[in-house]
């Protein structure tokens, strides 16, 4: 007699609610800026201001080609998207984010997410997880920095 097989395992879902906890860290993968993420980033989002479509500007603040922090932060919650919330992120809440330092064509960047709250909703097994998240340049220099909170499914 054949045992029927279990079921399969999904791999690559994000975190429940409840295998988090307060204090908990995570780091994210590194990500490579690269020109092409820049001009698609500007041409979709109409972030088409000189600093960022002209590599010959004279009035920057900076040597290079630097990248709108809104890009900065999106590379990050791709990557936290792919892994920490796949398929348990429900909706992002709220996001309080602060530029450090610029980023620039080229930067590889990675973020800490630090897990700050976890408070259970009162319905449905979900739970608003208040995180922060720290990005860091390949010089171990901080970038950017975001309070987020996200509402995650339980299980």
Do not use: C
Request: net charge neutral.
């Amino acid at each position: 007699m054949n045992d029927p097989l279990p079921p399969p395992t999904k791999l690559g879902l994000g975190a429940h609610w409840q295998d988090l906890s307060v204090g908990q860290r995570f780091e994210t993968l590194r990500r490579t800026i690269t020109e092409t993420d820049l001009i698609n980033f500007i041409s979709v989002t109409g972030m088409l201001e000189a600093i960022f479509i002209d590599a010959t500007f004279e009035g920057a603040a900076m040597a290079g080609r630097p990248v709108p922090a809104a890009l900065t932060q999106g590379l990050i919650e791709g990557l936290l998207f792919q892994t920490m919330i796949q398929g348990t992120g429900l909706a992002l809440l709220e996001l309080s984010l602060k530029a450090v330092k610029p980023v620039l064509v080229g930067d590889t960047i990675h973020a800490l997410v630090t897990v700050t709250g976890i408070k259970p909703t009162s319905k449905n097994n979900r739970a608003v997880i208040d995180s922060r998240v720290e990005v860091f340049n390949a010089r171990s220099e901080m970038v950017l920095t975001y309070d987020v909170k996200r509402l995650l499914a339980g299980r």
